[in-house]
């Protein structure tokens, strides 16, 4: 699968109104959703070098704790089929996002998240993500539409883990939906050394999700 990277998902800024974006309580009564499963969804990322530094790198405040040591790097890439029909309009899908720091926030409105993705069913500030060598830690933060770990609900508040391969849903399996792969920093400084290549020219299969 090509990936193809938009500007919807991206680190904290004040180039949006508040008022852009619908208020929490009208989410919840216009946007609830069901959540659906996960048949037929893509398992693999497929991108060169030149694409992976397209990746929005998000960073934030590094003061929670993490055994991070900058060894690996965990991206997001967007997996959701684009319907919005349970929205009634239409809106782009997010981009692909790296995580650079410790610890970040997921949600619609810029003053309140790290990572913002304006998706209606998302909420304003709907969870939290710290990364370890081993996995990504989430929480939801009482979100409207849930926060999922395949097609697991996560208790509101309670710290779950996700590995690569798995899938994390941010209240909409068609706009929100993420696959998460770890890619190791040796693996590609090996590939490079080895054939002597540029950056952008390293091989999509390091970036295959490890499950």
Not at 5 to 21: E, I, R, V
Not at 50 to 74: C, K
Not at 120 to 147: C, F, M, W, Y
């Amino acid at each position: 699968m090509e990936m193809t990277t938009h500007s919807l998902s991206y680190a904290k800024t004040n180039s949006f109104s508040p008022g852009f974006f619908p208020a929490k309580s009208s989410v919840a009564a216009q946007f609830s959703v069901n959540f659906l499963g996960y048949n037929c969804l893509p398992r693999k990322l497929k991108c060169s070098g030149r694409q992976l530094r397209n990746f929005g790198a998000i960073r934030a405040s590094d003061s929670g704790s993490s055994s991070a040591d900058g060894s690996v790097r965990w991206l997001l890439e967007p997996i959701g089929d684009g319907d919005t029909r349970h929205i009634g309009y239409k809106i782009a899908m997010p981009s692909p996002f790296e995580i650079a720091s410790n610890v970040v926030t997921v949600g619609r409105v810029p003053e309140k998240a790290d990572i913002v993705i304006s998706v209606p069913t998302v909420s304003a500030l709907h969870a939290r993500i710290q990364k370890t060598d081993e996995n990504l830690l989430i929480t939801d933060l009482d979100s409207t539409n849930g926060t999922f770990i395949d097609e697991k609900r996560l208790q509101p508040g309670v710290v779950s883990a996700a590995s690569p391969g798995n899938l994390v849903t941010f209240g909409d399996t068609n706009l929100a939906i993420f696959r998460v792969y770890k890619l190791k920093q040796e693996e590609v400084a090996s590939e490079l050394e080895e054939s002597g290549a540029k950056s952008e020219d390293v091989p999509s299969k390091n970036l295959e999700s490890m499950s």
